[in-house]
């Protein structure tokens, strides 16, 4: 069974940065065709896409978040982090990692989020001006 673990959350003042992580347990048999992502869903609005890595390795950002976060994942495909600088009181959601056996490349940037096979717990990031 997939698990993941998201962690790093907290608060920040506008313009400051925050580090998630996400660790994933019980992929190893299916980590070829994973692909993972960051979305998060801010108080009374929908769930929204952040940031996502296909099992290609290509990166794909929401506009609201590119240039200013940056994903990465490890080569076991166990850990996957989400670098946030120059935070903005927009950005306070809470965060939720998610695994697809499919592309999420498309899914990040759409307001239909769906196709997503395992999430997280969450972590909140809360961005004070």
């Known amino acids: 069974q997939v698990q993941l673990a998201e962690s790093g959350g907290g608060s920040v003042q506008s313009g400051g940065s925050l580090r998630l992580s996400c660790q994933a347990s019980?992929?190893?048999?299916?980590?070829?065709?994973?692909?993972m992502g960051w979305f998060r869903q801010a108080p009374g609005k929908a769930v929204e896409g952040v940031a996502a890595?296909?099992?290609?390795?290509?990166?794909h950002y929401a506009a609201s978040v590119k240039g200013r976060f940056t994903i990465s994942q490890d080569s076991a495909k166990e850990t996957l982090s989400l670098q946030m600088d120059s935070l903005k009181p927009d950005d306070t959601a809470m965060y939720y990692c998610?695994?697809?056996?499919?592309?999420?490349?498309?899914?990040?940037?759409?307001?239909?989020?769906?196709?997503?096979?395992?999430w997280g717990q969450g972590t909140q990031v809360t961005v004070s001006s």
């Open positions: 998610a695994a697809s056996f499919s592309s999420l490349g498309r899914v990040v940037v759409s307001t239909l989020i769906r196709g997503i096979n395992y």
């Open positions: 019980g992929i190893t048999a299916a980590a070829s065709t994973f692909c």
């Open positions: 890595v296909d099992s290609d390795g290509s990166r």
